[in-house]
């Protein structure tokens, strides 16, 4: 060795021992491995090594690495010393106005709420690395991430891949943008996180496993053997509210040894988990609701359907889009139920898309209130219903009931509301609240109540409803002032006259005056999303749910009399499957009716 430095080129993966042939070489395997080697190692004159370090860019600084006994190549350490050079963005690719260089660290800036995640992509691929980084998020209740072993996926350099998360309550967790969307969703950062401080972001990513750890915690360790095994590393600014968010200092080590935070290999493989959802889950359009089996306690689940949308952020007044691909999901009681019977504030909405594949599902339930929403057994939570459909905006309607109790129930009202927001907040912020609206008289009928009495009620329920929202960036569409005179049959439930004029009040807050007119084509679209949203509800809330998922499965009426075959009732709620693809491709088509 003297005189001759040992310098080995090649792609950070090696092939494993099973594909190496008799003289050690390997044959190139498509999308994971190196391209043939007839040898273990390159031997250059130090003059020459050190020419080639110059032309190649980025200097890789380069250690021996040990090495498990039984592998047939000698990996090396090497620091990425081009990853940053400390003083420009050289390497790097973004959307200009939103990135820049200020004292040593890349700054992500919005003077202006902004409608899409931006990202800033490195040039330089990765396989199994160590990243280390500094970050600081201002306001440290905004949202921003590190993506690594991503990809760019469209023109505006959207990112599909690993992301570990950064602000509000995600520090510390692992998400997949524009896939399998949460991975590792812990809380170990609470206590480790310095609100509006520098973090230190510590990424260790070997084949399948993924450990993360902020200021010297671990955070994540999971084992995912569907996930990805080499991409590029992108910072993030979150789409929402202005913020700025700064990465300090990154060092990228490829083929590191494994430890993190004191713990060595063993001990770190000891607190893996395993991942079970796999990279099919963000190719195909799906949804599926959870239950339990109340035999052996695990999760089981009906058939898959329908987009898993993308992770959003904080959404404002300003900001307020629809994208490709969201997935617009409504919650609430009654009035929500009938709502999405009538389909039309779901017509105005899909036309306000221009285009765009958008989608609606209709969670709400009859009864339901903040307080109280039962489901049946094995039925699941809304939480994880949320998750399965892949939620990136929820429409909530709540307070119409609950504002006829006494007003002094007002503080606890909004408590168990913000209660059940929280179950939301994970899946997407992009929370909107609708107000209740005043009751009406009911003519001819003398022996309905009179609900007019709870009017002032509805004002203070509808004013505490939109300072809720106004406190946490969400929105609020005041229906404090809408007129149901004449439109309601009771008082309270609305005509489908009165669910057309409410679907219009609410859709003109949003969008404004043009949004609610529609072609009179646009009937035959309203009436194919009547079609899809009753297929869709005995889909997802069938009748007779015990005998499917719940308490009565073991029963012969749920059952095949052939004795091998699979139980008739799961069947034929399967087969609902193609009838609602069918009906969301025509709705989606009738989008190219003239506007």
Wanted: aromatic share 10%.
């Amino acid at each position: 060795m003297s005189g001759r430095i040992l310098t080995k080129i090649f792609e950070t993966n090696i092939a494993p021992k099973s594909d190496l042939h008799s003289d050690g070489s390997s044959e190139h395997i498509k999308g994971n491995y190196m391209k043939p080697l007839s040898f273990s190692m390159l031997y250059f004159p130090r003059f020459f090594t050190l020419s080639l370090m110059l032309i190649w860019g980025p200097l890789l600084v380069c250690a021996l690495a040990e090495t498990k006994p039984g592998r047939p190549n000698i990996l090396f350490i090497c620091t990425d010393v081009g990853f940053f050079n400390g003083h420009d963005l050289s390497g790097w690719k973004g959307n200009d106005g939103f990135w820049s260089v200020e004292e040593g660290a890349i700054v992500g800036h919005s003077d202006e709420p902004i409608a899409k995640n931006e990202f800033l992509w490195s040039e330089d691929p990765v396989r199994d690395f160590h990243l280390v980084v500094d970050v600081k998020l201002t306001p440290d209740n905004r949202n921003a991430g590190i993506q690594f072993r991503s990809k760019p996926i469209n023109e505006s350099c959207q990112a599909q891949g690993y992301q570990a998360d950064v602000g509000g309550g995600v520090w510390g967790k692992l998400y997949h943008e524009h896939g399998r969307k949460k991975l590792d969703w812990n809380d170990h950062a609470i206590d480790a996180v310095k609100r509006s401080e520098w973090n230190r972001y510590e990424i260790l990513a070997v084949g399948d496993r993924i450990w993360t750890a902020i200021n010297g915690t671990l955070c994540v360790a999971v084992r995912d053997p569907a996930g990805e095994r080499s991409g590029k590393i992108a910072f993030q600014i979150h789409s929402g509210k202005p913020e700025t968010v700064r990465y300090r200092n990154p060092v990228l080590t490829h083929n590191p040894t494994v430890t993190l935070v004191g713990l060595d290999e063993q001990e770190l493989d000891a607190k893996l988990k395993v991942i079970g959802k796999s990279n099919d889950q963000a190719v195909i359009p799906r949804i599926h609701t959870s239950v339990i089996n109340p035999d052996t306690e695990e999760e089981v689940s009906p058939p898959d359907l329908f987009k898993a949308g993308s992770k959003v952020g904080v959404w404002t007044k300003s900001g307020f889009t629809l994208e490709e691909n969201d997935v617009v999901a409504f919650i609430g009681g009654t009035g929500m139920v009938k709502q999405m019977e009538s389909g039309v504030l779901e017509s105005f909405l899909i036309r306000a898309a221009g285009g765009r594949n958008v989608f609606f599902r209709d969670l709400a339930w009859q009864a339901d209130t903040v307080y109280l929403r039962q489901r049946p057994r094995n039925f699941g939570t809304q939480a994880q219903a949320l998750s399965r459909i892949g939620a990136t905006i929820v429409v909530a309607s709540f307070g119409q009931i609950e504002a006829m109790e006494r007003m002094d129930n007002l503080p606890e009202f909004i408590k168990a509301y913000e209660t059940l927001l929280e179950e939301v907040r994970p899946y997407t912020e992009k929370i909107v609240l609708i107000t209740p609206y005043p009751f009406t008289a009911v003519e001819g009928k003398l022996h309905f109540p009179d609900l007019t009495r709870h009017n002032d009620a509805v004002a203070a329920y509808s004013a505490a409803i939109s300072q809720l929202a106004n406190r946490r960036d969400w929105i609020s569409i005041d229906l404090s002032g809408f007129d149901a005179g004449g439109l309601t049959t009771d008082g309270i439930q609305l005509t489908p006259e009165g669910h057309e004029k409410w679907a219009r009040a609410v859709t003109r807050k949003l969008l404004g005056e043009t949004a609610t007119v529609l072609p009179k084509q646009w009937e035959a679209v309203r009436e194919k999303i009547q079609e899809k949203n009753v297929l869709w509800r005995r889909f997802w809330r069938p009748t007779n749910w015990a005998f499917l998922y719940g308490n009565r499965q073991t029963q012969p009426s749920s059952l095949d009399h052939r004795p091998g075959y699979p139980r008739w009732f799961p069947e034929e709620i399967n087969s609902l499957v193609p009838l609602i693809e069918e009906a969301e491709g025509q709705i989606l088509a009738f989008q190219t009716i003239p506007r």
